[in-house]
């Protein structure tokens, strides 16, 4: 079985400032994959940032980056820059053999 | 634009109906998934579905039941509402290990 853990129920940041969301997740595999998701108030879930396991290299979208640390089973969102839009629960995943597991998500909170 | 359509945003329903959520994707996608959202439990896998008329369970099945009988369209089933199911229920699709496509969620009361 599979586990992801978001440690951080609500987080709040000042826009312009940098945040970042911890997940932990726990699997036996080696290959695997692990998303960010981001679903604002308006409910539509949508992909923040993809990183597959077997790259070392840390994923980068624009103002969104991971910290992955495979060793410790760790993928850490860190947004720059943040602005108002990014007010959102935020949902780490790991996905493996075409399934995917969700942590319990953190509310981020922008304010300006 | 692709897209992932719920028939429903919101609908209530009471208890001992059978209640019917339709999910409706154009990408062309192998796989349909139903998760139900709660508060502080994030999103639970019901049933996902890799190709037409198959189906597989997730984590918490009990209670409800899907039909894929067309590889666009993958329907929740819930035979019998009771009011524990009251619950958001969001339907995703995906091509092998690619990102998966919500809809905008159905958010189910039942009375």
């Known amino acids: 079985a599979q586990t992801v853990t978001q440690s951080q129920p609500e987080m709040s940041v000042q826009e312009a400032e940098t945040v970042t969301l911890s997940c932990t997740y726990d699997?036996?595999?080696?290959?695997?994959?692990l998303f960010w998701y981001k679903q604002p108030p308006s409910r539509q879930m949508i992909l923040v940032i993809r990183?597959?396991?077997?790259?070392?290299q840390n994923a980068t979208e624009n103002r969104f980056s991971v910290n992955f640390q495979k060793a410790a089973k760790s993928f850490s969102l860190k947004i720059s820059d943040s602005q108002l839009g990014d007010t959102a629960m935020y949902f780490c995943?790991?996905?493996?053999?075409?399934?995917?597991?969700f942590g319990d998500g953190t509310t981020l909170t922008v304010k300006p | 634009d692709v897209k992932v359509t719920q028939s429903s945003r919101y609908l209530v329903k009471r208890t001992g109906e059978k209640v019917f959520l339709e999910c409706v994707q154009d990408?062309?996608?192998?796989?349909m998934f139903w998760y139900r959202q709660d508060p502080g439990l994030g999103l639970r896998l019901i049933y996902f579905?890799?190709?037409?008329?198959?189906?597989e369970k997730g984590d918490i099945p009990e209670g409800y039941s899907v039909s894929r009988e067309k590889k666009e369209r993958f329907s929740l089933i819930l035979e019998s509402a009771s009011t524990n199911q009251t619950s958001m229920y969001l339907c995703?699709?995906?091509?092998?290990?690619?990102?998966?496509?919500f809809g905008s969620g159905t958010q189910l009361s039942v009375l």
């Open positions: 995943a790991l996905r493996r053999e075409g399934k995917s597991t």
């Open positions: 699997t036996s595999e080696n290959n695997y994959y």
């Open positions: 990183q597959e396991a077997y790259k070392q």
């Open positions: 990408m062309d996608h192998e796989n």
């Open positions: 579905s890799y190709d037409v008329k198959m189906k």
């Open positions: 995703a699709s995906d091509s092998a290990n690619e990102k998966l496509f």
